[in-house]
T-cell receptor, first 113, second 116 residues
Framework: DQQVKQNSPSLSVQEGRISILNCDYT??????FLWYKKYPAEGPTFLIS?????DKNEDGRFTVFLNKSAKHLSLHIVPSQPGDSAVYFC????????????FGSGTQLTVLP | DAGVIQSPRHEVTEMGQEVTLRCKPI?????LFWYRQTMMRGLELLIY????????DSGMPEDRFSAKMPNASFSTLKIQPSEPRDSAVYFC??????????????FGPGTRLTVL
């Protein structure tokens, strides 16, 4: 039973365009959400997070949106760059912190030059 | 800071052998996590420690798996005996005190384990 789902295993976008990665969750107790980026042969690296008391958090080219009623979050990357090509994982926690994270299965983003 | 250090980076062993994976967390971090990544199950939390004490090991799949943290700078994940289905990438992560909305975990590069 996957509590955090990333239904798109892959996504391709042109350089300069917007990338939108989606994540759905089923556990209404989740109150803290994170996005990680992972390059091959490396561990995941933190990208951006959002608390359930917010519906948007922005950091440079990266914005995370949270829709609690739909149990849905998305990561927007604008503009997309070839270096953004990686696997993106969303993760969620019920503790209000980054303890005991439940991860989605990941989405491979490819940004085409 | 060197980040989270894991060794070995790759391990190939035969079924039935004991495997020990090692992790050195970032200095000063209070939390240490062990994860396993497989194609079927994705990235799943196995166990985590707070101040060297195991807090939640509910993700450890079987008694064949054990984890220790004898001090703040070292942890091991042991599989004895190993089986082919244990083949996966094992990640260690650490974090400073987890208290709110700016938290994250810092991951090591992982150990790719292959059990033949």
């Amino acid at each position: 039973d996957q509590q955090v789902k990333q239904n798109s295993p892959s996504l391709s976008v042109q350089e300069g365009r917007i990338s939108i990665l989606n994540c759905d969750y089923t556990n209404s107790m989740f109150d803290y959400f994170l996005w990680y980026k992972k390059y091959p042969a490396e561990g995941p690296t933190f990208l951006i997070s959002i608390s359930s008391i917010k519906d948007k958090n922005e950091d440079g080219r990266f914005t995370v949106f949270l829709n609690k009623s739909a149990k849905h979050l998305s990561l927007h990357i604008v503009p997309s760059q070839p270096g953004d090509s990686a696997v993106y994982f969303c993760a969620a926690s019920t503790s209000g912190s980054a303890r005991q994270l439940t991860f989605g299965s990941g989405t491979q983003l490819t940004v085409l030059p | 800071d060197a980040g989270v250090i894991q060794s070995p980076r790759h391990e190939v062993t035969e079924m039935g052998q004991e495997v020990t994976l090692r992790c050195k967390p970032i200095s000063g971090h209070d939390y240490l996590f062990w994860y396993r990544q497989t194609m079927m199950r994705g990235l799943e939390l196995l166990i985590y420690f707070n101040n060297n004490v195991p807090i939640d090991d509910s993700g450890m799949p079987e008694d064949r798996f054990s984890a220790k943290m004898p001090n703040a700078s070292f942890s091991t994940l042991k599989i004895q005996p190993s089986e082919p289905r244990d083949s996966a990438v094992y990640f260690c992560a650490s974090s400073p005190i987890l208290a709110g909305s700016t938290d994250t975990q810092y991951f090591g590069p992982g150990t790719r384990l292959t059990v033949l």
